[in-house]
């Protein structure tokens, strides 16, 4: 079955009038990291549409872990051979998700040409524009996409009909545990998809999913300070299955990072067999954590200095992700080969 793929990363800039507007020159570019910690449901609602509106999100913690965003250059990614059409990759990572989402992003839009992870590759036939340009208060759009692709798993074929629509819904100000924020936008995009799935064993049966996402933006960025969304989740006749996810931005983002560097970080050895080390050269570490391909974190230690050991004993060989986070709120990423 596909996973549903959002991206969230969009930079804003601030007009004259004081009104947020987003537009191509503020989309993401490769080389753009962002982090968002990712907090307990309980109670969270994304709360009034309209002007003036005052959110408050302060008792949001950081229990579930982080979600990493990275942008990347299409060629630089694992499957560019299967979206030449695409500019921009995003490489999304948290404790439960790994995968890419390929974009081409123009003059008026931003348009998902597919998406992949360990498992399929999919490329849409008719891709999903997921943001028009310009995007102020008020503006809205809605549109159709679809795909087909034999699932590698069961080896059934699988038929995509989606739509989606996109409404700049709101402006006010939320509260965070980062802080107080005026003057934000809130885009409220929802997505409701249709997949049939063929099988040779059990016949046809569809798949419902919808999704509805709420992010808020504040000017001058170019990430949402403040990620809510919800699922909703029907296979054939049986039960819904509903999820939530929250997440808010502290600190800092890391902007313009040199692709498959890190521009204050040196890990060694690589390939690492018993341990890596971790030097900063300008900045004080805060946290080191470690996850699998899968998107599970198998180890994170809180540092508080310029550097760091990771002992690997017990990890089995393989490539893992090093996500290092610093005192500013700032995060950086690397792939670490375990021998």
């Not at 992010?215 to 939530?244: C, D, R």
């Not at 200095?305 to 017990?314: I, V």
């Amino acid at each position: 079955m596909k996973r549903i793929i959002f991206s969230c990363g969009i930079l804003l800039s601030f007009s004259l009038a004081a009104q947020i507007t987003l537009t191509q020159s503020d989309f993401p570019v490769a080389g753009d990291v962002f982090t968002l910690h990712l907090s307990d449901t309980t109670g969270v609602q994304p709360g009034n549409a309209g002007t003036g509106i005052n959110w408050n999100f302060v008792s949001s913690d950081s229990s579930v872990g982080t979600m990493v965003d990275s942008f990347k250059t299409v060629m630089n990614t694992p499957y560019s051979a299967s979206y030449p059409q695409a500019n921009l990759a995003l490489h999304e990572i948290s404790p439960t998700v790994n995968y890419f989402v390929y974009f081409n992003v123009n003059a008026s839009s931003a348009d998902r040409v597919g998406n992949a992870d360990l498992i399929n590759v999919i490329t849409y036939t008719n891709p999903a524009t997921q943001y028009i340009f310009p995007i102020t208060y008020g503006t809205n759009s809605s549109d159709t996409y679809s795909a087909s692709y034999v699932d590698a798993n069961s080896g059934s074929t699988v038929h995509v009909h989606g739509s989606g629509t996109m409404n700049a819904d709101a402006t006010g100000t939320i509260v965070l545990p980062s802080g107080t924020y005026n003057n934000v936008l809130r885009v409220h995009y929802t997505r409701t998809e249709h997949d049939t799935i063929f099988t040779v064993a059990n016949g046809n049966f569809p798949v419902t999913v919808t999704e509805s996402f709420y992010l808020w933006y504040q000017a001058g960025e170019y990430y949402p300070i403040f990620h809510l969304q919800m699922v909703t989740n029907q296979v054939a006749s049986g039960p819904v299955t509903h999820k939530k996810v929250v997440g808010w931005r502290a600190g800092n983002l890391s902007a313009g990072i040199m692709e498959n560097t890190l521009s204050t970080v040196r890990v060694y050895p690589i390939p690492a067999t018993d341990k890596i080390f971790i030097e900063a050269t300008d900045h004080l570490i805060k946290t080191v954590s470690l996850f699998d391909l899968g998107g599970k974190a198998v180890q994170t230690a809180n540092v508080q200095g310029a550097n760091s050991e990771m002992r690997l004993d017990g990890l089995g060989a393989g490539t893992y992700f090093l996500v290092v986070t610093f005192s500013d709120g700032k995060t950086e990423t690397q792939l670490i080969q375990h021998n």
